[in-house]
């Protein structure tokens, strides 16, 4: 014999139902939750506000204490190209760094030919690969 559905048609319409009132329920307690930021909202952005409004002025104040130890050693770029040049150069001629930048590339030079002379003196004679016979 057949059975009977436990589910009649009331049954079906009151969980439909429960599912819709949830849903309300839902909706309902989320526009409470909307309606009590919305009266708290302009407090918390008032407070962030204040809040940036410190950290900015920390930061300023920071800002100018670099810039004060900074002052002294802030020169325009080319007064700092200049300084550099004659730190490198202590304070030779130009004429001066290029006979000296020869005279170190003709040592190099020479250097680089008596380490060749030697590397190839004493270099090991080249032995024969000794083939294995077949048996």
């Known amino acids: 014999m057949a ?8 049954t079906a319409r009151k969980i439909w139902l429960a599912g819709i009132g949830a849903y309300g329920r839902a909706f309902s307690e989320a526009q ?3 309606a009590k930021l ?15 409004e410190a950290i900015e ?3 300023e104040a920071r800002g100018r204490k670099v810039a004060a130890k900074l002052a002294p ?3 325009s770029f080319d007064e ?12 030779e001629d130009d004429a001066s760094l290029a006979d000296e930048v020869g005279e170190l590339r003709a040592r190099v030079a020479s250097l680089e030919a008596k380490v060749k002379t030697l590397s190839g003196a004493r270099a090991a004679p080249k032995r024969k690969a000794v083939r294995k016979k077949k048996a």
């Open 3 to 10: 059975k009977k559905p436990a589910h009649s048609p009331d």
């Open 57 to 59: 002025k920390t930061v």
């Open 80 to 91: 700092r190209i200049k300084k550099m040049r004659e730190r490198i150069m202590h304070g």
């Open 38 to 52: 919305g009266g708290s909202s302009a407090r918390v952005f008032d407070e962030l506000v204040a809040k940036g």
């Open 73 to 75: 050693g802030a020169h």
């Open 32 to 34: 409470e939750q909307v």
